[in-house]
């Protein structure tokens, strides 16, 4: 089986890559490190008392009680009060990895995009195998488990940034995740219900199918034939954990709302980077109608190919929407540094904003307000990259399981007679029964889930992914757009 076979030996040198290599040459680390991406410091203590002249009437000051008295509504802390109005402009500095060690969320977004680098490998080395080298051989195992592990790892940092949200009486933010829950549940019940010459998910017929299998495996071992869930129950789960998906994606959609509105500002001057920016959001716009017959696989399959004499099949038209998929995920990469030089950008923001106010502000809270955005960096890091791994292990994953075979007959044979055997004998052929056993336990279990059925699945939660990415992405817009600047 392909448990035992060529993917345990590529998982095993890839995770000692993993734990050998990668503490080295960290993809993560690369991009938060190596891409030319500044950080804007803190303005001193020194520098602001420059600026507004407060160190030479700081030497006015008449000396009481061993200790001297800050003007300007001063404290004892160092503090000190300057005018809103102040002209500060802001150095910067490339991040190295000494400033991104203590950030919050750092040894996450490095494993995650590792751990992620790794899959590609895995599943890329597993896919050449099976196509190409012995596709006879073609089974879903350890690949498929290391794209559900990286779909949970890509899950993990995202339960945890919205669990540190504290539950107040004006806790805007657990109310958002709340109603948009219930908003993407809603619409995951309305869009299950569509039949497949609207949107091509197939979850009726890879019902019909679990159903037929699970009866089957269930009278097989003369166990109660109870049968599992009906499809009411299927498409509800599913929407149930659709619901849970894009509550947690509503803050990564408006985080790259604000991040694209403020990358445009960066792109004043160059006009061609603005077309991108602008295309990438557009882009899952078009990957959503590739899931609609009438606009896409009936136009396309059964016609040549201009130039050729190839027809395209539904392999075919397969193929391109994975193809195309791929090259949103790459598009999100291309762009991830932009984004994040745009996020840092907002101290600068913070302090033009800053310089419209009347009045006086302490010093501290203008380099609480500098740092704060650079501390908050591998939070936003995740919140952008996040739904694009989610996607990538989705994608994946259904590559992986995409000519996967599952056995038409299982051979449930007797095992050779052990009379007249030796006591070495009867322990290896003990041993031999058990190893069999398990072997044609998990080979009817693949029976059951198999690959169609999970194939299915995984389109329908791909589609959903970008579905819900595009709605939090155009309300974040909307909001940054129209109703914050009211």
Known sequence: MGLLGVQAVVSLITLSFLQKICPIYSFGRWLLTRQNIVRYLYPTDVELKKLTGYGQKEQNVKKKRGGYKEQNGGA?????MVPRSIELSLSSAP????????????????????????????VGATYIHEHYVSPADNEYGISS???????????????SIVSSYKITQNSGEIVMCIIFGFFFLISAMIILIINDKT?????????????????????????????PGSLVTFRVVLAVLSGFVGSLLIFPGLRLAKCHIDSLAMFKERPMMQVVSYTDILYPLFLLALWVPPISRLRLVGKTIPGTNLEISDVHFDVFRE??????????????????????????????????????????????????????LCVVTLQII????????????SASLSNANVPDTIDQSAVNSTEGTTPDDDVVQSVKQHIEG?????????????AHLLQCILSYFMWFTLYACTVTSFFGMFYYTYLVRS
């Open 199 to 227: 949107l091509e998910f197939h979850i009726v017929p890879a019902h019909k199918q679990f159903v037929d299998s699970a009866n089957e495996f269930l009278t097989r071992h003369q166990l109660e034939a109870v049968g």
């Open 386 to 397: 996040v739904p694009v791994i989610l996607v990538t292990a989705l994608l994946l994953m």
């Open 95 to 122: 991040i190295s990895l000494i400033d991104v060690l203590p950030l919050r969320f750092y040894a996450d977004f490095v494993f995650l995009l590792d751990f992620s680098f790794c899959t590609t490998i895995v």
């Open 76 to 80: 004892g802390d160092g503090s000190f």
């Open 438 to 450: 398990f072997t044609i336990s998990l080979s009817e279990l693949r029976s059951v889930f198999s």
């Open 323 to 376: 193809a195309l998929i791929a090259l949103f995920i790459l598009s999100r990469l291309f762009l991830l540094r932009y984004r994040l030089q745009a996020y840092l950008n907002t101290a600068c923001t913070k302090l033009d904003g800053m310089r419209k106010e009347a009045g006086k502000i302490s010093n501290r809270e203008i380099q609480g307000s500098v740092t704060q955005v650079f501390q908050y």
């Open 145 to 159: 488990l290391w794209c559900l592990l990286l779909i949970l790892f890509s899950m993990r940092p995202l339960l």
